[in-house]
Antibody
Framework: EVQLLESGGGLVQPGGSLRLSCAASGFTFSTYAMSWVRQAPGKGLEWLSAISNTGGATYYADSAKGRFTISRDNSKNTLYLQMNSLRVEDTAVYYCAKGEVWFGSDGMGVWGQGTTVTVSS | QSALTQPASVSGSPGQSITISCTGTRSDVGGYNYVSWYQQHPGKAPKLMIY???KRPSGVSNRFSGSKSGNTASLTISGLQAEDEADYYC??????????FGGGTKLTVL
């Protein structure tokens, strides 16, 4: 069964850092692009970042650029999101999602259950 | 990158058809055939319903269909069922090599 399992969320103070992980199983992880998407409480979906299958290309929304870094370890079948200088407005459920060969087409067909990040003093 | 524009809510009775619009610009919806649609039930992860404007993933009911005209994409649900009640989001690739979502539409089945 194709699965994605996020972890690493929690409570962090403004200005702090957090690294999210997304463990993939049931498919050849190194073949597919991956994305991070978040959803603030009561709000809509916001795409944050994507990474190519090899990790050689990364893409960011303006809201993530400069503070968030996406990466992957294909030997561990794991996707990461390093988040620095966190703000109260970064409070959200963070989802990882599986794309296809290229992140821009074919949609995001598999999603994790999400991990909650709360930024508060 | 500005969010795509969707109606905040739509409603329909069981058996009816509804259409949700998603308006962007030539830099996103109008410029590429890379529009996807997601269904999200409360407290659940999103589910891909349509990709590349009009393609349906395996397992998605053929009651769901997608189309595009100019800068506006549309999701049509025919034969509305109670289980279709959910939030729906469109998404498009953009000329900035990013993805952008719409604000979401709450579908109520009366």
């Amino acid at each position: 069964e194709v699965q994605l399992l996020e972890s690493g969320g929690g409570l962090v103070q403004p200005g702090g850092s957090l690294r999210l992980s997304c463990a993939a199983s049931g498919f050849t992880f190194s073949t597919y692009a991956m994305s991070w998407v978040r959803q603030a409480p009561g709000k809509g979906l916001e795409w944050l970042s994507a990474i190519s299958n090899t990790g050689g290309a990364t893409y960011y929304a303006d809201s993530a650029k400069g503070r968030f870094t996406i990466s992957r370890d294909n030997s561990k079948n794991t996707l990461y999101l390093q988040m620095n200088s966190l703000r109260v407005e970064d409070t959200a459920v963070y989802y990882c999602a599986k794309g296809e060969v290229w992140f821009g087409s074919d949609g995001m067909g598999v999603w994790g259950q999400g991990t909650t990040v709360t930024v508060s003093s | 990158q500005s969010a795509l524009t969707q109606p905040a809510s739509v409603s329909g009775s069981p058996g009816q058809s509804i259409t949700i619009s998603c308006t962007g610009t030539r830099s996103d919806v109008g410029g590429y055939n890379y529009v996807s649609w997601y269904q999200q039930h409360p407290g659940k992860a999103p589910k891909l319903m349509i990709y590349d404007v009009s393609k349906r993933p395996s397992g998605v009911s053929n009651r769901f269909s997608g189309s595009k005209s100019g800068n506006t994409a549309s999701l049509t649900i025919s034969g509305l069922q109670a289980e279709d009640e959910a939030d729906y989001y469109c998404n498009s690739y953009t000329s900035s090599s990013t993805l952008v979502f719409g604000g979401g539409t709450k579908l109520t089945v009366l």
